[in-house]
């Protein structure tokens, strides 16, 4: 789930009243930064002109019977999130965005889907906020639950504005606001590679593996196996850097693929499963570095086809942080949403994550960051607290806290010194099995998947839906940090 807790839509001067279900319909990619596919969405409400607050998505679930649990989590979720920042909604907008199946229609889409407004709308409405409209968008039209109206809300839906002719457009446009595609396109960008290429690609990393594994496990020649990922890194930070600019994102990626071998690609994604290296790869966080460093991240996580599945955690986050720290918000968010559907029980993407959602100024993490290791810049900046007005830091990491790290330029990859690293490592691999999950209700249910892991007051499930055990052993090694 994500959970946004910052103000959303425009501020200042640039500020856009929204008038009707219609303008409130076109405006809502431009709060979210991307189209959102198959989610539910709700904006808190503040004050008597209904100023946009805190606001959460989350893929719709696909079992019905998992709707009345999911709208109350949903519900407390918003509501409790903004009265901690000391202001209790006054109203909430709630979206249900869903594209119709091959040979069904947007209307149908809208009665299907009926049934979970109504319960959201009880949700919220027992907590004493009420739901001043409720929207379903489908097949490029709106329908409103909530407006009896037909003039306004026939029965056959009222189309969408033309992308780009609405005031709210014209002033995201003013303001520098930009929607980045679907969800769905966002997350493609992310996805594992198919046929054939994955089949090549998992031998590879079945031949890093059982060349790496044994060698960072073993601990003698876990630093020299560190120092390889990050000349290795290194290296593919200049050939990516050295590559002309494309502007069409799938063109880019299918370029950026080509630019790696399978054999590079599988010795980065084991090496960074080591704790230490994914640490010091984090520092390619800033300057002329940052983008091409996405770039590289993303190609990576495309690379963890098949059983390597789990490892795409770390490139993944590492992508989210580096999206993040130059303040592109949906897609950190995106990144981070898919590492935590690879593994919930990665820690550094459940902080980060939270960081994300309490609001926390990015340069807070990377002056931490330049001094001490991830997990620990990313607690020390999470009770160090957020800006002024942004939810404070919940007490949620019960997990064994990293030891300190040398600080470590990026191009420097020479091996370690340090004493102690192997059994810093060793006491890191251990799951953080006590720590809150930062997001919100749980794993995704609904295609357009979570983007947090967590529900308040704790980790539930639905009743009935069985948790999934993931493969112990196998092949690489895996880091829950």
């Not at 004050?47 to 989590?73: A, H, K, M, T």
């Not at 607690?379 to 607290?385: D, P, T, V």
Request: proline letters at 9%.
């Amino acid at each position: 789930m994500t959970r946004h807790n910052e103000p959303a839509g425009l501020s200042g001067e640039e500020q856009v009243t929204l008038r009707s279900p219609a303008e409130l319909a076109d405006a809502l990619p431009y709060v979210l930064g991307f189209h959102p596919d198959d989610s539910v969405v709700m904006i808190a409400l503040h004050g008597p002109r209904g100023r946009f607050g805190g606001r959460l998505r989350l893929g719709i679930p696909g079992v019905r019977e998992e709707w009345p649990e999911v709208c109350d989590q949903l519900a407390e979720c918003l509501i409790s999130g903004s009265e901690r920042r000391g202001e209790r909604p006054d109203g909430i907008v709630l979206f249900l965005c869903q594209e119709p199946a091959e040979g069904a229609s947007g209307q149908e889409v809208m009665e299907r889907l009926r049934p979970l407004a109504q319960r959201l709308r009880i949700a919220c409405g027992r907590l004493e906020v009420p739901v001043f409209e409720a929207l379903c968008v489908s097949e490029g039209r709106f329908w409103s639950y909530v407006c009896p109206d037909r003039r306004c809300c026939p029965p056959e839906g009222v189309p969408l504005t033309l992308p780009g002719t609405s005031v709210m457009a014209a002033a995201a446009t003013f303001a520098g606001v930009q929607v980045r595609g679907s969800l769905r396109e966002m997350e493609a960008r992310l996805a594992p590679l198919g046929a054939p290429r994955a089949e090549e690609q998992e031998r590879a990393l079945d031949a890093a593996g059982c060349e790496l594994v044994p060698r960072i496990l073993g601990g003698v020649d876990s630093a020299a196996v560190r120092a390889q990922t990050l000349v290795l890194v290194g290296r593919m930070l200049k050939r990516f850097g050295a590559a002309p600019p494309i502007a069409d994102p799938c063109a880019a990626d299918a370029r950026d693929d080509d630019l790696l071998d399978d054999k590079e690609a599988a010795a980065m994604i084991i090496g960074l499963q080591d704790r230490l290296a994914r640490d010091r790869a984090a520092a390619w966080m800033e300057g002329p570095d940052a983008e091409t460093a996405q770039r590289l991240w993303r190609a990576l996580a495309r690379r963890c086809v098949g059983s390597y599945g789990e490892h795409a955690a770390a490139p993944l986050t590492l992508a989210g942080w580096v999206a993040w720290s130059a303040g592109d918000e949906p897609a950190a968010r995106v990144a981070l949403g898919r590492a935590l559907q690879v593994d919930p029980d990665y820690l550094f993407a459940r902080l980060l994550h939270q960081a994300c959602n309490e609001g926390l100024d990015p340069e807070l993490l990377r002056d931490c960051l330049r001094q001490e290791g991830v997990d620990r810049a990313v607690h020390a900046a999470l009770h160090k607290g957020p800006e002024p007005g942004a939810d404070a830091a919940r007490p949620a990491e019960q997990a064994e806290q990293a030891e300190p790290t040398e600080p470590t330029e990026p191009a420097e990859a020479a091996p370690s010194a340090e004493g102690g690293d192997d059994g810093e490592r060793q006491r890191e691999e251990r799951s953080p099995g006590g720590a809150a999950a930062p997001g919100g209700p749980g794993a995704s249910r609904g295609p357009g998947g979570p983007t947090g892991a967590g529900v308040p007051g704790g980790r539930r499930r639905p009743e009935g839906k069985q948790r999934t055990r993931r493969r112990s052993g196998g092949r690489g090694t895996r880091s829950r940090r």
